[in-house]
């Protein structure tokens, strides 16, 4: 049985759960999460409550800007943005 994967607005939309694959053009693999974060720069405090973390990424097509529009949208849509890790030189 084949689970149907959100969409990225789906996702956003949800109180729970806070992590989940997406299903959006252009990736194979796409995992992130929903995360506020705490930052102390210079002895000041910065709190984000709206925050994406993407934790697994696997574009379709190298080079292509994918992932790039992806962030882009989300910085659009007011979110803040963590890329956990990068295994790939390209990105």
Known sequence: MMVRLPTLNEFLAWEWPLVSYLNEPGFTHLYVRKVSISVWVNEKHFRYKRVITIVNVE?????????????????????????????SPRF
Request: glycine share 10%; net charge positive.
């Open 59 to 87: 574009t379709r097509y190298t080079g292509q800007g994918i992932l790039t529009r992806f962030i882009e949208r989300l910085v659009a849509m007011g979110y803040a943005v963590c890329v956990e890790n990068m295994h």
